[in-house]
């Protein structure tokens, strides 16, 4: 929504993101507090953080290490939890581990590995979820949804300062959303496998879903979605 001077109105449209989750949340006979929602600000300017963090969002979510820096280190708003949701490069993973709350991307055993080192100096335990490239698309990272993933999973969840608590995938884009309902179902399915075969770890999230799905990425289980534009606007 946007107010009548053509500028975005963030409380409106978070009250009605809010209640899409709330609706979608209910069709899954699901309770809407176990939903966390991400506030995707890569690109956005720190005034636009601020007002956010004003109208009561709490977890922010960056891309590209540089540019969090940046903001968490000018951020003098209420407390936040900083989300890296983006590809983390090996060369950013030391300074990723102290800056983030939670990373969503780990893609392989050895990226997991230079974050638990990093962590381990830092005295810090650091939630991470393990990126699935669920659709097998090229141009995106993450682990191929085979058996390759459960002996990475079983390494990465023994990494004493890293807390391995779920998935993440990015879904496709597609002219229907209901075209994609199957990648987000096959993410569960392969969530629900690894709490079966690694059940020292406590692998409750699925971050998934965006501004065009999300409502289906609850229905079939997202504890984390990943919202921009429906909060935003698009990007100018």
Known sequence: MTGADGTVDLAANLALVRQHMAAAASRAGRD?????????TKAQ????????????????G???VQEAAEKIGAW????????LIGHLQGNKARRAAGLFGMIHSVDSVALAAMLDDECG???????????VNVAGEV???GFAPDDGLW???????SLKNLEACGLMTVAPIAAYPEDVRPVFRRLRSLRDELARR???????????????????????GATLVRLGRALFGPRG
Not at 76 to 83: D, I, L, R, T, Y
Not at 151 to 157: C, E, H, L, S
Not at 200 to 213: I, N
């Open 121 to 131: 100096r830092l005295g810090k335990r650091l939630p991470v979820l393990l990126q």
């Open 76 to 83: 003098q708003g209420p407390p936040v939890a900083w989300h």
């Open 139 to 141: 141009a995106k990272s």
């Open 62 to 64: 960056e891309n590209r």
């Open 151 to 157: 002996p990475a999973a079983a390494a990465i969840a």
């Open 32 to 40: 809407p507090s176990a939903i966390t929602l991400v506030a995707v």
């Open 198 to 220: 690694l059940p020292q770890a406590d692998w409750r999230h699925l971050s998934m879903g965006m501004s065009d799905d999300f409502e289906m990425a609850i229905e079939e």
């Open 45 to 60: 300017p720190l005034e636009r953080l601020t007002a956010a963090g004003s109208v009561g969002l709490t977890d922010f």
